[in-house]
């Protein structure tokens, strides 16, 4: 009889001790008896035979965690602080039964300008590099190219993208030159097409695989380059535990399988400028005459932009509008007593959805009927900035014969609706979209003429480090999306017009003077970890908070930013508590987190969410 230390598959719980009379080889999945359930779990190494008496494993399975995956989940559980059946909870296993398909590979025709001919040269040249390239300078035909090296060599890809928002354009473009070998992953799939994909990756069918950070974690033989395209996007950093950063998680994984990671943005992020070797690209494909048009105010559609959404409809143009928030407002207010309408369980406005009829929160999902008027004092309450849903329904008021369609997630909630909308802009049988940040994800489309920015001010305002960064880029992926192919406008609403205006055309300047402006403070320079506390009582929440922060102060070389009640105080009825530390090692934050980590807070290192 042989014992085998085992960890239970996204469970939090430590690898436990089970026998077999089968000798069994690690990464191996098998199912095991856990309080009369038969769960999912994989072997991590053989052990001797224990003090304790073990239970049998039930069931050997055809799948395997591969030896780069079982290294992967553990360096995941150790710097991410979470158990090791947490992370491989993560990857999807290989098929021990596979037979290796037999590929033939012609290298289709891609046409790429002396500027991208040239940094595709430089690329190949690197090990990992920042594509730093503009809205329009032709990134995806440079992956492209990359691509057909990696089949030629025999190599698979996998190519991450930050939202399901770049699936549908971009499966068409990679399908025509790369046929059969591709698939497409992302969350919203069916249960069927899951199936069909994950067994056309096993049986090695597919040699190219897109799609949102969990493509990271697919049984893909031979992966011989990862590209993470528009790398300084917050969506591949993941909110629940196991928080991992899937660009960052991309570069070990690069490392440990000896393949080629290009990172790619026409505004990347301060941390990858300063940390890779860049390969620029400084113009775009097609230079066209863009109008900058600076509007003072908050989040409101102006005369001025009324009307060039007018103009541009008569010349035949599309129009974008982008607004930092979706549903109707992000507030609702009383003017006369100042009550804000707020979720009861946590700490934050909630949203008017006037279409449902009530003011939902987007944190735990808690709605009620709108309020006729304010709950403290009776009198009229109103919202403090327009969302997406109101701008709709303005401009359908203004011209009633406007093909305007709404682009978030309260309306775009599955693939095929994604798809449904993004070929109805494509045939221009919409006239505008009105959307949040979806808007910046990469759309490519020649008759954007007109590009509306609202709200940036609150982006700029918001208790975040990175609140500087996240404007500007918003500013320029919003403005990129206009004038691909013909003369654009780009309308800006915002208080600090010299702000944004100072950078047109020169990001890497920005970069530059934010690297200064962090320097001994922030990432890259430094390392942050926070620590999060949640509990139904606030005095023994911040008791533990107290009594971890002491202990961490008996440690030199990590600092105590600051430790006390979240931004958000209380969501879902918990109150909440933040620690945050800084170091210039991220060694020394490992260390000490490590050492007082007692399973009372959890962990989150590298964060870029601090509310």
């Known amino acids: 009889m042989f014992h085998y230390e085992v960890s239970l598959l996204g469970r939090r719980t430590s690898p436990l001790t089970y026998e077999s009379g089968e000798t069994i080889e690690p990464g191996r999945v098998v199912n095991v008896p856990l309080k009369g359930k038969s769960v999912s779990a994989a072997i991590l190494r053989k052990v001797k035979k224990p003090s304790f008496p073990t239970l049998p494993i039930e069931e050997i399975s055809p799948l395997r965690f591969a030896d780069y995956q079982l290294r992967t989940a553990r360096f995941v559980a150790e710097y991410y602080r979470c158990e090791v059946g947490e992370a491989l909870g993560l990857f999807e296993p290989f098929s021990v039964n596979r037979k290796k398909a037999v590929h033939s590979f012609t290298s289709p025709e891609i046409s790429l300008t002396p500027p991208q001919r040239n940094a595709l040269e430089d690329l190949r040249a690197l090990r990992s590099a920042l594509l730093f390239a503009p809205t329009g300078s032709g990134k995806t035909e440079i992956y492209m190219e990359l691509f057909s090296d990696m089949l030629e060599k025999g190599k698979s890809v996998v190519f991450l993208m930050p939202e399901i928002s770049l699936t549908p354009q971009m499966e068409k473009r990679l ?6 070998t591709v698939a497409i992953w992302h969350s919203k799939l069916t249960k069927k097409r899951r199936t069909e994909t994950l067994d056309a990756i096993r049986e090695g069918r597919v040699r190219i695989v897109a799609g949102p950070r969990s493509a990271l974690f697919l049984p893909l033989e031979e992966i011989g380059l990862i590209v993470v395209d528009e790398e300084h996007d917050d969506s ?39 940390k890779h070797p860049v390969v620029r690209i400084a113009e775009p494909y097609i230079k066209t005459k863009k109008r900058y048009i600076f509007e003072k105010g908050g989040c409101r559609l102006t005369p001025t932009m009324i009307e060039a959404i007018r103009e541009h409809r008569e010349m035949g143009g599309q129009a974008l509008v982008f607004l930092p928030t979706r549903a109707n407002f992000k507030y609702l207010y009383c003017e006369n007593c100042g009550y804000t309408v707020e979720c009861p369980f946590c700490s934050v406005g909630m949203s008017l959805h006037r279409h449902k009829r009530v003011v939902q929160c987007h944190y735990c ?3 009620e ?10 009198s009229i309450i109103r919202s403090d900035r327009i ?7 303005r401009l359908k008021e203004l011209f009633p014969d406007i093909r305007v369609q709404q682009f978030d997630r309260d309306t775009i909630t599955t693939a095929t609706r994604l798809q449904k909308a993004l070929e109805k802009f494509s045939k221009k049988e919409t006239d505008v979209l009105v959307g949040t940040q979806m808007l910046a994800k990469g759309h490519d489309y020649a008759d954007i003429t007109l590009a509306i920015v609202l709200g940036l001010d609150y982006i700029l305002a918001l208790p975040d480090y990175r609140a500087r960064e996240r404007a500007q880029s918003l500013f320029v992926q919003i403005a990129g999306r206009a004038g ?9 609403q915002t208080n600090q017009p010299e702000f944004f205006g100072e950078y047109i055309g020169n990001y890497e300047k920005f970069l530059r003077e934010e690297l200064d402006f962090r320097q001994g403070l922030y990432p890259p320079s430094m390392h942050l970890c926070r620590l999060l506390f949640a509990s139904k009582e606030e005095a023994r929440g911040m008791g533990e908070v107290q009594r971890i922060k ?13 430790a006390g009640k979240a931004p958000i105080e209380k969501i879902a009825g918990k109150f909440r508590f933040n620690i945050l530390l800084r170091s210039a090692e ?3 934050l490992l260390r000490v987190v490590k050492a007082v980590d007692d399973g009372t807070f959890e962990v989150d290192m590298d964060p870029v969410d601090f509310a």
Do not use: W
């Not at 009927?369 to 009776?378: L, M, R, S, Y």
């Not at 969302?387 to 329904?393: F, M, N």
């Open 175 to 180: 399908k025509v030159h790369f046929g059969e």
């Open 236 to 274: 591949y950093k993941a909110h629940n535990r196991p928080r991992y950063h899937a660009r960052d998680l991309a570069l070990y994984m690069g490392k440990v399988l000896g393949a080629d990671v290009v990172l790619g943005s026409a505004t990347p992020s301060v941390v990858s400028f300063a």
């Open 365 to 367: 999902g808690y709605a």
């Open 369 to 378: 009927k709108i309020p006729a008027a304010c709950p403290k004092c009776g």
């Open 387 to 393: 969302g997406t849903a109101e701008v709709v329904e």
């Open 484 to 492: 691909r192919a013909r003369e654009a406008t780009v309308i800006v």
């Open 550 to 562: 002491e202990a961490i102060e008996r440690f030199d070389r990590v600092e105590i930013v600051g």
């Open 586 to 588: 991220r060694s020394d």
